[in-house]
């Protein structure tokens, strides 16, 4: 069965300060598809990311990047220079390609606080 | 952004009764999905639907039912509801599949069960 872990919960950080978020997952499936969403204060879950199993290049957009490691099932998610709008709840989550359901599993979430 | 509401935004009702949450998309997508977020669970998928009149279960669907009638709406009913029901319940919306090009999801309906 999927699984993902988020083992840390919640970190603080002062503002300017490099964090990583991280993320495991289990899966039998060789095709499947790993996402991080960010939940603001606000409350809304926004997409950020979506990386299929075959795509282990790491990606940059702009002070967010990913590290996407198979050998360890890993898809770790780094804020360069946080900033206070980078407070929010990080969700990262699996599917596998395989049984049809199109289903999601997320992991528990991990609230980042950047502080001023 | 895609068309997709939830209605209500917040309500509190008391145990044992009924609730119902709908969900409205205007996006013609096929797919539609009921989670809800708790502390310490993250998000866990109640039910979702991948078409008309086509429905399946999720990891915690005990005491939730749903219907879909309509490609648009999609109807989260709690038959009798507890305190352990309180908790904030967002629908998602996916054309292709969630499970390869992730879900757009609704802002999300607080409920408070008293």
């Known amino acids: 069965a999927q699984k993902v872990t988020q083992a840390q919960t919640e970190i603080s950080v002062v503002e300017k300060e490099d964090v990583t978020l991280d993320c495991v997952y289990e899966?039998?499936?060789?095709?499947?598809?790993l996402f991080w969403y960010k939940q603001p204060p606000s409350g809304e879950l926004v997409f950020l990311i979506r990386?299929?199993?075959?795509?282990?290049q790491n990606e940059i957009s702009g002070r967010y990047s990913w590290n996407f490691q198979k050998s360890t099932s890993s898809f770790n998610f780094t804020i360069t220079a946080s900033q206070v709008v980078d407070s929010a709840v990080y969700f990262c989550?699996?599917?596998?390609?395989?049984?049809?359901?199109?289903?999601?599993?997320f992991g528990k979430g991990m609230k980042l606080t950047v502080n001023p | 952004d895609a068309g997709i509401t939830q209605s209500p935004r917040h309500k509190v009702t008391e145990t044992g009764t009924p609730v119902t949450l709908r969900c409205h998309q205007t996006?013609?997508?096929?797919?539609m999905y009921w989670y809800r977020q708790d502390p310490g669970h993250g998000l866990r998928l109640i039910h979702y639907?991948?078409?008309?009149?086509?429905?399946d279960k999720g990891e915690v669907s005990d005491g939730y039912s749903v219907s879909r009638s309509k490609t648009e709406d999609f109807l989260l009913t709690l038959e009798s509801a507890t305190s352990s029901q309180t908790s904030v319940y967002f629908c998602?919306?996916?054309?292709?599949?969630?499970?390869?090009?992730?879900?757009?999801f609704g802002s999300g309906t607080r409920l408070t069960v008293v």
């Open positions: 639907s991948y078409g008309v009149k086509d429905t």
């Open positions: 989550a699996l599917s596998e390609a395989s049984g049809g359901s199109e289903k999601l599993v």
């Open positions: 998602a919306i996916s054309d292709l599949g969630g499970g390869a090009y992730g879900y757009t």
């Open positions: 996006e013609n997508h096929r797919y």
């Open positions: 899966t039998r499936d060789t095709t499947y598809y």
């Open positions: 990386r299929n199993s075959f795509d282990e």
